[in-house]
């Protein structure tokens, strides 16, 4: 089944009401100790004016900037979602073999990109890196870093920076496997939605994405089992910018640019030797049981090594 809405969105206020909130906290109050302690534990944070030292707050509110920076120059966008866990396509052939990409959008200059953004159009572009080798290469000076985060480990599966360009604009559910993000949002506000890597959240969400290409507009009355998630749902202001640990689900709306153009910067870094070896998140269980011999032997190793971690009292994440 292939659900195609007229209106994108999360599903939040359709399944479970979510009680719980995420920690939140003033950027210039926030100690490296504090967010490591969240990072340790796989605990999401919202950072206020995270974003207040970066040049790309002031300069990216500057359209004439984002003209003079990105003019001539085109992108990959998308109209619609890009359909989330990829690996569907290998795992379940019959159902996701063609399965699209980020690769299969349309080709925009900056000019078009913005008349659509602005004209609250659904546009996006998908996981550009901010370097000098891609079209969004001028905007990686604008970037800066965090006060809280003084020594971020190199990411080991993403660019250490990935920048979304949107107008109206909706990710679906999904998890990073890998490494730690900061969701730093520029222009204009987005809605996020969050539900914990626990067993049960897997199970729900897994059984969906192997029946439907988009779990977000998935309808509750044919998965009655979304009722039982109760999804923190937040919103993060231009200059916040939000934790999200890996393994946790997350979707990402913006519901209107309100005739503006969105950035979001994914900051990414390495997550501690512990997060990485973690047998416990459901995700490394699934991988074990459609893994080969040698991966399953390298995963079984990853086990002892994250026990004899937990001997040195090392926090972990309190997972239910």
Known sequence: MTNEPTQWTSGAELWGA??????????????????????????????RNALAS????????????????LGGREFVVHR?????????RETWPERFGNLTGPGDGESLDFAAFEAAATSDEFVFTYAVEL?????????ADDAGDFHFLPRPAAPRYYGRLRAFLHGRSYTDWHVHPNDETLMCQFGVRKRVSLLPPTQRTWDVLIHVARQETYLGPASPDEHPDLRTLS?????????????????????????????????????????????RLDPRFPVK??????????????LALGRLAWLGLRCTGRNVPQLA
């Open 80 to 88: 619609r979602p890009v359909p989330e866990m990829k690996w569907r």
């Open 231 to 275: 999804p923190i749902v937040l919103d993060v202001r231009p200059g916040d910018a939000l934790y999200i640990p890996p393994h946790w689900w997350h979707a990402v709306e913006c519901p209107t640019a309100d005739g503006g153009i969105g950035v979001t910067v994914a900051y990414c870094w390495g997550s501690p030797l512990h997060i």
């Open 54 to 69: 970066w040049p790309a707050v002031s300069r990216w509110a500057d359209r004439s900037h984002l003209r003079t920076a």
């Open 131 to 139: 370097d000098e080798t891609t079209s969004l290469g001028p905007l």
């Open 18 to 47: 979510g009680s719980s909130q995420v920690a939140t906290t003033e950027a210039d109050v926030l100690t490296a100790e504090r967010f490591q302690s969240h990072v340790d534990e796989s605990r999401p944070l919202l950072v």
């Open 285 to 298: 269980r699934f991988r074990s049981a459609h893994a080969s011999l040698p991966k399953r032997a390298k």
